[in-house]
């Protein structure tokens, strides 16, 4: 393994372990997490590998097979959050926000590699974070469950990295199933495996990474989250997933101006939309979501307005191609979309979205399945 040779080149040594992390796809439920409310994501078939071995001091280094990603040395005791940046703030994250809570954290030498597309919308930083949890809580004895380290990990994101973000990402990575669709709960991070059932039914789900620049850091996702926690208290409630649907129809429209209106029927009909999904993959198979997925673009577009051109050109490309439906997956704002396509048509989507691309002036697209895999775990 490369990874191995490359770790021994950089420390003079040989790891202790080898830890893997998957990035995700959400199949439905998008800006729902940090409302507390439903999503319906599962771990890909692309992984973070983290190779670690413990020190006898208190020195972190980490390094990064991928170009660009400079090696980073710290110690410790000296870190200051805030003044971490670039890549290392995530597996440095990690590390820091388990000190923080009081757990005992080794130095150590952490060589990482990466088959997740960086900026994708594939949740590469959480795969990232995730192989580095799983690598620390065994190195250090800590014993902490998949549960525990989605808050974690969730925590490294959003107070050493600076990304706002929800439970979504770390959930999948970390509580994912192979061949399932994780359903969580977003409140009580409750997740219920859904066998997603496709290769029976002759279908498979395309990533469509638009290669459209998405970022996390800066202001459309910080400002849709703060949109969002505002209508809910204007409305009175803890979080929108408390809203029903009669009071978005009634109370709702009085009570906000028409732009927070917008977002909270994106929440509140996206959330009816996961259960109605998950209801629908359960009693007839995964060839009945089709229009579900096509319609929660239609509301991230139009409502809560996070697409962008781009990923309104890749659904439409797949739908036209024979897609049984499409949307945007991830944050937003470039990213990738996925298609659910019967397998006979998926390369007719493929080249309808690159076609497409072309006709637009809009750099390549890369388009690839991906199956439904199993939780981070140890490798080596
Ligand atoms: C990003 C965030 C997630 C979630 C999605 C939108 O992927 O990291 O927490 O909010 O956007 O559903």
Known sequence: MELLTRFAQRFGAEPEGVWAAPGRVNLIGEHTDYNEGFALPFAIDRHTRAAARRRTDDTVRVASSAAGFAPVEIALDEADPEKIEGWAAYPLGVLLVLRGLGHRVPGLDIMVESEVP??????????????????????????????????????????????????LDQSASLLGVRDAAVLLDCRTLAAEPLPLGLDAAGL?????????????????YAARRAGCEQAARTLGVP??????????????????????????????????????????????????????????????????????????????????????????????????????????????????????????????????????????????
């Not at 004895?141 to 973000?165: D, F, H």
């Not at 789900?205 to 202001?219: K, N, P, Q, S």
């Open 118 to 167: 960086v900026g994708a919308g594939l949740s590469s930083s959480a795969a990232l974070c995730c192989s580095v949890a799983l690598a620390v809580n065994e190195l250090a004895g800590l014993g902490l469950s998949p549960q525990a380290l989605v808050e974690i990990t969730r925590q490294a994101e959003n107070q050493v990295a600076g990304a706002p973000t929800g439970p």
């Open 239 to 380: 979080a929108l997933r408390d809203l029903t649907e009669d009071e978005l129809t009634g109370r709702a429209r009085h009570l906000l101006d028409p732009r927070s209106y917008r977002l909270v029927r994106h929440v509140v009909t996206e959330n009816a939309r996961v259960l109605e999904t998950a209801a629908l993959l359960e009693s007839s198979g995964p060839g009945a979501i089709g229009p579900l997925l096509t319609a929660s673009h239609a509301s991230l577009r139009d409502d809560f307005q996070v697409s962008c051109a781009e990923l309104d050109a890749a659904v439409e490309a797949a739908l036209g191609a024979g897609a049984l439906g499409a949307r945007m997956t991830g944050g937003g704002f470039g990213g990738s979309a996925i298609a659910l396509v019967p397998v006979p048509a998926a390369e007719a989507v493929a080249e309808a979205v690159t076609a497409r691309f072309a006709v637009e002036g809009f750099a390549e697209p890369s388009v690839f399945a991906v199956r439904a895999d199993e939780a981070a775990h140890r490798l080596l």
């Open 204 to 220: 498979t789900i395309l990533v469509l990474d638009t290669r459209a620049e998405h970022a996390h850091c800066d202001g459309g």
